[in-house]
């Protein structure tokens, strides 16, 4: 089957295929070291040149004016360039996020032609969607054009929450598990739905219970918590700790308040230097509080998933 799955994230993508050899649906390696993932990420130099994924994310540290992330975000709304950098020439660039994706997914497209042999003339694709990107919206029509762009010509959606649905059923061998709800909580959205499995082994989902939210994804608590980091650092040492004007700046903190959350994932407190050598510590307690407003929210959206289906 010449076909290949794309969960396009917000911060990281996966692509899987079909392996006729095993029967079995295969996770490529698309990352460093072995890793499924790579970066949602694409920087633009000086000179024009793209890269992309963890090369991406390489160059934000000695060239941030280049880099962009999270342009799956602003699918759609074509107006607004998600990338604008001036070139070694004097000449300016400007792209869409929808340029910007369709870049992205033809670097993936001619990666996989020319490392998988069976896949050597790849035009087909499923791409995983947020409950909210649903049929007709500027956001799914954009990254269909993208799609066809990078040179996929025929394109399929499956929402995002269904698909992990499905794959957690058909993988799970207790027999008499039938029901689960599944709460896909990524960069850009929190998707819920709740998928089910009959007696002879078929999935279903039943797409108007699904519910999402654009609002309370990763990336939101990113910008919460950098507003948060810059608070406590102006009370601890009674300044700024850079003007909001200095984008390559913010853009920075924003990359520490991302791995501030991480960290925190498994420690208890942890030591943020937004201005070396200084620093201020942020700890699980304080982390919770900053965020009980999502987390609610997301209680909220699981509890109307739930009604809507009847279930408790």
Not at 52 to 57: H, L, R, T, Y
Not at 106 to 118: N, P, W
Not at 149 to 159: K, M, N, P, Q
């Given at each position: 089957?010449?076909?290949?799955?794309?969960?396009?994230?917000?911060?990281?993508?996966?692509?899987?295929?079909?392996?006729p050899?095993?029967?079995?649906?295969?996770?490529?390696?698309?990352?460093?070291?072995?890793?499924?993932?790579?970066?949602?990420?694409?920087?633009?130099?000086?000179?024009?040149?793209?890269?992309?994924?963890?090369?991406?994310?390489?160059m934000?540290?000695?060239d941030?004016?280049g880099?962009?992330?999270?342009?799956?975000?602003?699918?759609?709304?074509?107006a607004?360039?998600?990338?604008?950098?001036?070139?070694?020439?004097?000449?300016?660039?400007?792209?869409?996020a929808?340029?910007?994706?369709?870049?992205?997914?033809?670097?993936?497209?001619?990666?996989?032609?020319?490392e998988?042999?069976?896949?050597n003339?790849?035009?087909?694709?499923?791409?995983?969607?947020?409950?909210?990107?649903?049929?007709?919206?500027?956001?799914?029509?954009?990254?269909?054009?993208?799609?066809?762009?990078?040179?996929?010509?025929?394109?399929?959606?499956?929402?995002?929450p269904?698909?992990?649905?499905?794959?957690?059923?058909?993988?799970?061998?207790?027999?008499?598990?039938?029901?689960?709800?599944?709460?896909?909580?990524?960069?850009?959205?929190?998707?819920?739905?709740?998928?089910?499995?009959?007696a002879?082994?078929?999935?279903?989902?039943d797409?108007?219970?699904?519910?999402?939210?654009?609002?309370?994804?990763g990336?939101?608590?990113?910008?919460?918590?950098?507003?948060?980091?810059?608070?406590?650092?102006?009370?601890?040492?009674?300044?700024?700790?850079?003007?909001?004007?200095?984008?390559?700046?913010?853009?920075?903190?924003?990359r520490?308040?991302?791995?501030?959350?991480?960290?925190?994932?498994?420690?208890?407190?942890y030591?943020?230097?937004?201005?070396?050598?200084?620093n201020?510590?942020?700890s699980?307690t304080?982390?919770?509080?900053?965020?009980?407003?999502?987390?609610?929210?997301?209680?909220?959206l699981?509890?109307?998933?739930?009604?809507?289906?009847?279930?408790?």
């Amino acid at each position: 089957m010449n076909r290949i799955g794309i969960d396009f994230g917000t911060t990281k993508t996966m692509v899987s295929r079909y392996n006729p050899s095993s029967g079995l649906v295969e996770v490529l390696k698309l990352g460093r070291e072995g890793n499924s993932a790579i970066p949602t990420a694409i920087h633009l130099d000086s000179s024009g040149a793209f890269s992309f994924g963890d090369d991406a994310e390489d160059m934000f540290a000695t060239d941030p004016e280049g880099y962009c992330r999270a342009f799956k975000l602003e699918l759609g709304e074509d107006a607004n360039p998600a990338l604008s950098r001036v070139l070694s020439n004097g000449c300016t660039k400007c792209f869409t996020a929808e340029n910007l994706t369709g870049f992205f997914l033809e670097y993936i497209r001619k990666r996989i032609m020319g490392e998988v042999a069976s896949l050597n003339n790849l035009s087909s694709c499923t791409i995983t969607v947020p409950v909210t990107g649903g049929e007709g919206t500027a956001w799914r029509a954009a990254l269909k054009r993208a799609a066809i762009f990078a040179g996929f010509t025929d394109v399929d959606f499956l929402a995002e929450p269904i698909a992990a649905g499905r794959a957690y059923l058909r993988d799970e061998q207790v027999q008499n598990f039938s029901r689960a709800m599944i709460v896909d909580w990524g960069g850009g959205t929190l998707d819920i739905s709740v998928v089910s499995r009959s007696a002879d082994g078929c999935i279903k989902a039943d797409v108007r219970s699904a519910k999402g939210r654009d609002d309370i994804g990763g990336e939101e608590i990113d910008i919460l918590l950098v507003r948060y980091l810059l608070k406590m650092w102006r009370e601890k040492f009674g300044m700024e700790a850079f003007e909001t004007a200095d984008i390559i700046k913010m853009l920075k903190c924003r990359r520490v308040a991302k791995n501030t959350k991480e960290q925190l994932s498994f420690r208890e407190t942890y030591p943020v230097r937004l201005v070396p050598p200084k620093n201020i510590s942020v700890s699980q307690t304080n982390f919770n509080a900053l965020i009980e407003s999502f987390i609610g929210n997301a209680i909220d959206l699981a509890k109307k998933v739930l009604g809507s289906d009847k279930l408790k």
